[in-house]
């Protein structure tokens, strides 16, 4: 199956800062791209759709002033948290598929806001 | 919006054990489902992709059927060993958007 990366695989940051993630299809062009959360012993949660090129559609609920997703590529989107709080600690999980086929998922992002 | 349970939400087999992992959406207007396994502090593997055209997928000892019309997909594990012991998550996907919903998990453990 397609690869997707996610960088950084964990993180640990002062409450007040910014996280940026990384998330990249390696070996497909990815349409569209997803981020997820999944607090501990919890299910993920979609938070955010972004198609390359344009702007995110974020689920009900998300501040997307908080978490700004840029989709600048084919291959590449990013989650930033701005501003993290202890609250915002958790997994973050980004998909990509091509053209509304299958799910490719990444390894995942743990985030610690201390 | 979509909404996806799944039950049970905790099972301990003994090894050699088949079972069934259960899943229900609330809109049946899915595109596609798709059944993943998660080890504790990892990320999704993908197990098996059913279609909103098919009724079921094989992969070795994995089954997972489909049925729109009562928003159900089953997952059977024959001969269930310990290292299939793991969270399954099943997630369906709404429209070409393929967004997809996921459902709270079962988590699955296999005694040796």
């Known amino acids: 199956g397609a690869v997707v990366s996610q960088h950084p695989s964990w993180v640990i940051c002062k409450s007040g800062t910014s996280v940026k993630i990384e998330c990249r299809s390696l070996d497909f062009q990815a349409t569209t791209m997803f981020w997820y959360r999944q607090f501990p012993k919890q299910s993920l949660m979609l938070m955010a759709t972004?198609?390359?090129?344009?702007?995110?559609?974020?689920e009900q609920g998300v501040e997307k002033d908080k978490f700004l997703i840029n989709h600048a590529s084919l291959t590449l989107s990013t989650l930033t948290v701005t501003s993290a709080h202890p609250e915002d600690s958790s997994f973050y999980i980004c998909?990509?598929?091509?053209?509304?086929?299958?799910?490719?998922f990444g390894p995942g992002t743990r985030l610690t806001v201390l | 919006k979509q909404e996806v349970t799944q039950i049970p939400a905790a099972l301990s087999v003994p090894e050699g054990e088949n079972l069934v992992l259960n899943c229900s959406f609330t809109?049946?207007?899915?595109?596609?489902l798709q059944w993943f396994r998660q080890d504790p502090g990892k990320g999704l593997t993908s197990l098996l992709l059913i279609q909103s055209s098919q009724r079921e997928q094989t992969s070795g000892r994995l089954n997972a059927s489909l049925d729109k019309s009562s928003g159900r997909s089953t997952l059977y594990i024959a001969a269930s060993q310990p290292g299939d012991s793991a969270t399954y998550l099943c997630?369906?996907?709404?429209?070409?958007?393929?967004?997809?919903?996921f459902g709270t998990g079962t988590s699955l453990t296999v005694i040796p």
């Open positions: 998909s990509a598929s091509l053209q509304a086929e299958e799910q490719f």
């Open positions: 809109d049946s207007a899915i595109y596609n």
């Open positions: 972004s198609n390359e090129g344009s702007k995110a559609t974020y």
């Open positions: 997630a369906a996907a709404l429209g070409t958007g393929n967004q997809f919903y």
